[in-house]
């Protein structure tokens, strides 16, 4: 069903993958609307608990095409840099394929303070209170992951 990396020679391994969707904060969302055009859109997130989690508003047009298609893609992209003599780039990137679904009760509050204390960490207690505060009128959405590929191109040392 997935396809495999076609430069098998660029892709990183298991760990490299997980370590880097680990340590990134930003990535891009593409969802499918029920007009066919896709949809991608940076956000920021935590995988946690080996799902991709995100928030936001109550409504939306990421959220209304994750009710018609729950099959959803993120791309993460770091180390990103134009190698201009060799008309290339140097760079790693994850793609994700899953499922979106919307988070409730114990695992929407897991989800929101995972993000808090990812991208937050300073600032715990505030998140909690911000948390409480913002809970009606936030989604919270995980990507439970059914494939994962990394890929990186090439090693510092062919600039």
């Known amino acids: 069903m997935f396809r495999e990396i076609k430069r098998t020679e660029k892709k990183l391994s298991d760990g490299e993958t997980l370590a880097l969707l680990k340590s990134e904060e930003h990535g891009v969302l593409s969802t499918m609307g029920e ?8 956000l920021n997130y935590v995988f946690h608990d080996g799902k991709i989690i995100v928030h936001c508003a109550m409504a939306g047009h990421k959220l209304e095409n994750i009710t018609a298609h729950e099959k959803v ?21 994850v793609i994700v394929f899953g499922r979106a679904r919307f988070l409730d009760g114990i695992e929407k509050k897991e989800g929101l303070l ?16 911000y948390i409480e505060n913002a809970w009606k009128k936030t989604t919270v959405v995980a990507i439970d992951v059914e494939h994962i590929t990394g890929k990186g191109a090439p090693s510092p040392n062919h600039t």
């Open 35 to 42: 007009d066919g055009y896709p949809y991608g859109i940076p």
């Open 114 to 129: 995972a993000l808090v204390k990812r991208l937050s960490p300073a600032h715990l207690s505030a998140g909690e209170t």
């Open 73 to 93: 893609s993120f791309c993460v992209v770091t180390q990103a840099d134009l190698m201009p003599k060799k008309f290339s780039t140097r760079f790693k990137s």
